[in-house]
């Protein structure tokens, strides 16, 4: 098992709460990750049917079996065990139950009704490049592979990985939703999202080219965000000026994914791909999103463009200091990549040392206007 940096976050929930609930996409690495750090634990599986029958038929039986508290693994399978749990948790405070859950379709909403105050919740994305010790693979390499851990664990090829994972996804997730009907629009949908990575959100062209409505496209990217494949960054729009973009920029949480919806067959396509510079961009803003939830932090990420098109690719709020972080496929260095920086750093008066570049060549250097990072420096960077 590749060791997860999130370990010490979600020991530290089990600690002070009688309920932990470990969300993520599936093949995140989450049932692994808990059955290894609570082996005291007995383990049940809520997608197997005798289990999910029985849990469903007579939660409070189901339950008794579990005095000491248990692993429930796919609980959204069964969301009304939550009701139950309130009143186990409340009557003994030594009990101690660990969920997980591929969709946060309902979960969220049903853990505020019943078990606001004694659920600590944290969300495991797939591997951080600081997590992983394969140092001889190249940045195209990493893009097109993505960091599900089995890729990694169990050596299965990409190419029976990722369409074995999105079927299994539109079948066992996008079915059980009322408001997706037609699974293949909805397949073509999820393509349609992977050739706008890194671009500003129009969802009238995104509803137009998948042939749907402007609220039923609204209502699908809740779907892919709310099961944990896309990632919406907000515009930063505080103060200094106004004339600003308002729209979120669409990101996958994995690029291996997305490389498989947009074609992609090998790791060497990439560098001369139309999307090359917004795979390396995704994965940037990804890492520093996954390092940040593996603390406990899920905000506090932005993206700045004003209304003449000058751009900061991310901002990353942490208390008082905003750093500044433009992103680059490039290999080789030019000043031009801080001339945005430089520009917003006036305008903001934030001072160089708050400014960086992440590229895709392997120098570091610090310069008086701000620092220039490789991309495989960045797993202790944010």
Same mark, same amino acid.
């Given at each position: 098992?590749?060791?997860?940096? &999130? ?35 007995? @383990? ?66 049903? &853990? ?30 990493? /893009? ?20 074995? @994972?999105?079927?299994? #996804? ?74 600003? &973009?308002?729209?979120?920029?669409? @990101? ?36 520093? @999103?996954?390092?940040? /939830? ?48 430089? #520009? ?39």
């Amino acid at each position: 098992m590749i060791a997860r940096k &999130i370990e010490s976050h979600i020991r530290a929930l089990f600690k002070h709460f009688p309920v932990v609930f470990v969300t993520g996409p599936r093949q995140s690495g989450k049932t692994t990750l808990v059955r290894a750090l609570f082996k005291h634990l007995p @383990y049940v599986l809520l997608e197997t049917p005798e289990s999910r029958q029985l849990a469903r038929e007579d939660p409070k039986a189901f339950l008794a079996n579990y005095p000491s508290g248990a692993i429930l693994d796919e609980v959204q399978n069964v969301p009304d065990l939550f009701s139950y749990l309130q009143g186990i948790v409340d009557d003994n405070r030594d009990v101690r139950f660990v969920l997980t859950g591929s969709q946060n379709f309902l979960l969220n909403e049903r &853990i505020s009704q019943s078990l606001a105050g004694r659920a600590g919740i944290c969300s495991l994305l797939p591997l951080t490049i600081g997590e992983l010790k394969h140092g001889n693979l190249t940045v195209e390499e990493y /893009l097109f592979k993505g960091f599900y851990p089995e890729l990694y664990n169990r050596s299965i090829p990409e190419e029976l990985f990722y369409p074995s @994972y999105i079927q299994t #996804y539109l079948e066992r997730d996008v079915r059980t939703l009322k408001n997706v009907g037609d699974i293949a629009q909805f397949s073509l949908f999820l393509k349609l999202c992977a050739g706008r990575i890194g671009q500003v959100l129009n969802l009238s062209s995104l509803a137009n080219d998948a042939g749907v409505s402007v609220n039923t496209a609204k209502g699908w990217l809740s779907v892919l965000e709310a099961s944990y494949l896309v990632y919406r960054l907000q515009p930063h729009y505080k103060n200094f000026n106004k004339r600003l &973009i308002k729209s979120p920029k669409l @990101y996958f949480t994995d690029t291996g994914l997305v490389c498989n919806l947009l074609g992609i067959r090998k790791a060497d396509e990439i560098r001369n791909h139309f999307a090359v510079g917004h795979l390396f961009e995704n994965f940037v803003i990804m890492e520093c @999103y996954k390092q940040r /939830l593996n603390k406990g932090i899920r905000d506090g990420l932005y993206y700045w463009k004003d209304n003449k098109g000058t751009e900061i690719d991310l901002l990353v709020e942490n208390g008082a200091d905003t750093l500044a972080v433009e992103i680059k496929a490039g290999k080789t260095f030019t000043p031009d990549f801080f001339k945005n920086l430089r #520009y917003w750093s006036d305008l903001s008066n934030v001072s160089g040392k708050n400014c960086k570049v992440v590229y895709g060549g392997e120098s570091v250097q610090t310069l008086p206007y701000g620092e220039l990072r490789s991309w495989n420096t960045i797993s202790d960077f944010f």
